[in-house]
């Protein structure tokens, strides 16, 4: 089989992940012995990106011989990285560009709450913990979706386009795109802003070369949003 035909298909089997976690069908997950109730919830969506995302990105990377892009990105993506230019690990940009968002999260805590009014985005009350109890599946929700989306919209499906059309920008713009849409239960507005978060996100694994710069800053914003918000807010005492 040729290296376009591969590509073909596995993008194929990677679009059918995306298709089926995008229509919320059933994967099997969680099991009856599962909890119930709001936690069933959270380790049903966690095990969803673990599978769909996460494990279809081994499996594909796998097969298409780049697992190593794991670790070391793909020369695939050096002219864009050519023309995005680069950023050192250790240099001032990239601590700018995580301090912002670290600032920007404690800054909108803290408006949400001297107004006592939720800041947010699109519809996020279904993914957001209610009580304290809920606290740890937020946490484990955003370390999951931070890891393994990263590695399917980040690093799978930007390759395998790009394998397929010579282009790494074409490639990051279709996952970003797609990135926005898996996130269309928060609405029109959610999806809108998902995926300019994708952008950046796309953009710091690219200057910086190294993909888990990406992950941290996504395990990060979502973090933020699931524990720290609401938090700061004092929407869920820490005591009590």
Known sequence: MSDAWRAALLLALALA??????RGGEVGFPPPHWPRGRARYFTRAAARIALLFGASSLVLLGLAGHLGALATMPRAFAPLRAQTGTVSLAGSAAWMLGGAIAA?????AGIARLTRRRLQI??????LP????????????????????????RLLVPLLVTSLSGSPLLGFAAATLLFGAAHRYQGWAGMVATALTGALLAYAYVATASLWV????????????????????????LRG
């Open 214 to 237: 990406a992950v941290a800053l996504h395990v990060f914003i979502d973090v933020n949003a699931l524990v720290l918000r609401p938090l700061l807010t004092g929407r869920i005492a």
């Open 104 to 108: 920007g999260a404690l800054i909108g």
């Open 130 to 153: 209610r009580e304290r109890a809920e606290l740890g599946w937020g946490f484990l929700l955003s370390m999951v979706a931070g890891v393994c989306e990263e590695w399917f919209f």
């Open 122 to 127: 699109g519809r996020l009350g279904a993914v």
């Open 17 to 22: 992940a995306f298709v089926h976690f995008a």
